[in-house]
């Protein structure tokens, strides 16, 4: 069976099964938070999260390589009064597994809109866990570096004896600096805390995240041609960056009106015409006000046949 470049409407526990040892070099996914929209996709009660979560997560570990990575965007809500603790049981329940818990990229959103409640205030970032299977893994730092910035112009202006020597953090973190080594260059690494604004346009799903997050993640973990797996892939954002970035991907939806979102969100990716692209767009809009999905895929196809390139998008 061909795995890559394909989609399964199927749930996401019964599809994994169908996924080979070693085979996928990264996974990307944000799943259902626990009784959040409950009107879009199946809610877990925050008490059955994590149990319902693991087997998911042990399939997960199956189908990475040994130096793959595994991003899970997730945010446990308030309720009560206090926030919920189940994504930090969850983490504790993975490391049980045999995951390693590498790392905790904050996204920042942006354009969060302001709020308050009597005890808080609105929520303007979500957790990106980093987990592998082995303490080694591909990861491509260059590709994510960044502008070392303005601060650059008088910081290095007169430097201390201290900072031409390397200091080793004291904690014996492997973390460790020399200032003076960056004089002169113009980009730097990044730090773990990422600031993409949120998905405005929705793109025709509640809980879409961001093009920028799987895009940063992906050049970050993987390489030209490797396999990109998000197993609860919504309207198909990831699988969309991982074909631009001309890597292979694999999508599970078991909702159908996601599934054929997605669907016609990697048709229209394929298009390089910019009216044609404007046409599926419309086309999709439609869909999403009237709830015609099945009609989507063959309007998609209609279109797109417009186009002198060969797609076949939707006979996979």
């Not at 990264?26 to 009660?45: E, G, L, M, N, W």
């Not at 954002?237 to 016609?264: D, F, H, M, P, W």
Request: aromatic share 12%; proline share 4%.
């Amino acid at each position: 069976m061909k795995l890559e470049n394909r989609i399964f409407n199927a749930d996401c526990l019964d599809a994994l099964t169908k996924i080979p040892d070693n085979s996928i070099n990264v996974i990307i996914t944000s799943p259902p938070y626990a009784q959040q929209r409950k009107k879009s996709y199946d809610s877990i009660p925050e008490s059955e999260y994590v149990e319902w979560f693991l087997p998911i997560t042990k399939e997960l570990k199956r189908v990475l390589t040994d130096d793959g990575s595994f991003v899970l965007n997730i945010k446990e809500p308030a309720s009560n009064g206090e926030r919920s603790t189940f994504v930090l049981e969850l983490i504790i329940e993975m490391r049980k597994q045999g995951w390693f818990w590498v790392e905790e990229y904050v996204w920042n959103k942006k354009n969060s809109f302001p709020g308050k409640w009597s005890n808080r205030f609105r929520d303007a970032w979500e957790r990106c866990l980093h987990f592998t299977k082995n303490k080694k893994f591909k990861m491509n730092q260059d590709e994510v570096m960044v502008p070392m910035g303005k601060w650059a112009e008088t910081r290095f202006n007169s430097l201390s004896d201290e900072d031409k020597i390397r200091h080793n953090s004291a904690s014996k973190s492997g973390f460790g600096r020399k200032v003076e080594n960056w004089i002169d260059r113009d980009m730097a690494y990044p730090t773990n805390v990422l600031e993409f604004a949120t998905v405005c346009y929705n793109k025709g799903h509640s809980a879409a995240f961001p093009e920028e997050l799987p895009e940063w993640f992906i050049k970050l973990f993987s390489d030209k041609d490797d396999l990109v797996l998000d197993p609860f892939l919504g309207s198909g954002t990831t699988a969309v960056v991982a074909k631009r970035l001309e890597r292979n991907y694999v999508g599970i939806e078991k909702q159908k009106k996601y599934y054929k979102l997605s669907k016609a969100y990697l048709k229209m990716e394929d298009v390089e015409n910019k009216k044609i692209k404007q046409e599926m767009a419309a086309a999709i809009k439609d869909a999403r006000k009237t709830g015609n999905w099945d009609g989507l895929a063959a309007e998609c196809k209609r279109i797109s046949s417009k186009d002198n390139q060969s797609l076949d998008t939707f006979n996979k």
